[in-house]
């Protein structure tokens, strides 16, 4: 947690409330140590689709399908959601909660590496203009350069977990040897965000820290 988390606490109970049934949802992926966007993203996620109201939207790494499911909620009836998924185990419960929550026609949900899915999108030439990335942290570098071709102009990408509760700060000497690569890729993608000619970029101390880049060339 990058900010205290009793503040966070507070916060949350001020200005946050899941849209109906999805706290069902939430309890379960908790109880079944499934990685899901934390309360702030979920606030903050609401907040842009709805101030956007994209045409279409990518997300990368689909998990039970809660954050799809959400993002459904605040965006117009046409928008279309395409979510990738490569866990088996995920895939079913995702393609169940989508069923469960009437979400069946409107997502679309990719299985598959997403190395994989991505590079085949790209080459078919798809667009986004809303990508949010929840996937495995090691790969965000990699997945970067299909993103970029997917993206239009004034498109946005929202990438979750960049700051690794804070160690993304620390030397790489600091942390467990078997977090070294991804502490180094974490600390290059952001870089590669940041310093793009391609892409206006802010960093955020939202949950375990975002970015919000929007495509500008």
């Known amino acids: 947690m990058i900010i205290d988390e009793r503040l966070s606490i507070f916060i949350d109970a001020l ?3 899941l849209p109906d049934g999805l706290d069902q949802l939430e309890a379960q992926a908790l109880k079944d140590q499934v990685p899901i966007i934390r309360r702030p993203m979920q606030s903050y996620l609401g907040f ?4 956007l109201k994209p045409a279409s939207i990518l997300e ?3 998990a039970v399908g809660f954050s799809g499911i959400l993002m459904s909620e605040y965006v117009p009836e046409e928008t279309t959601i395409t979510t990738i998924e490569k866990v088996p185990a995920r895939i079913k419960a995702a393609k169940e909660n989508f069923k469960r ?18 590079t085949e999108l790209s080459a078919q030439g798809k667009q986004y203009e809303f990508i949010f990335m929840d996937a495995a942290k090691g790969q965000y570098l990699n997945f970067l350069p299909n993103i970029l071709k997917m993206l239009p102009e004034n498109g946005m990408l929202i990438t979750d977990n960049v700051l690794q509760d804070g160690d993304v700060i620390q030397s790489r000497y600091a942390i467990n040897r078997r977090d070294r690569t991804i502490h180094g890729r974490m600390r290059e993608y952001l870089y590669q965000l940041t310093h793009s000619e391609e892409l206006d970029t802010v960093i955020l101390p939202v949950g375990d820290g975002i970015t919000v880049s929007r495509r500008i060339k």
């Open 15 to 17: 200005e946050w409330k």
């Open 101 to 118: 929550y009437g979400k069946t026609d409107r997502i679309c949900l990719l299985e598959g590496d997403a190395a994989d899915v991505l």
């Open 48 to 51: 842009m689709l709805g101030l």
């Open 60 to 62: 990368i790494g689909a």
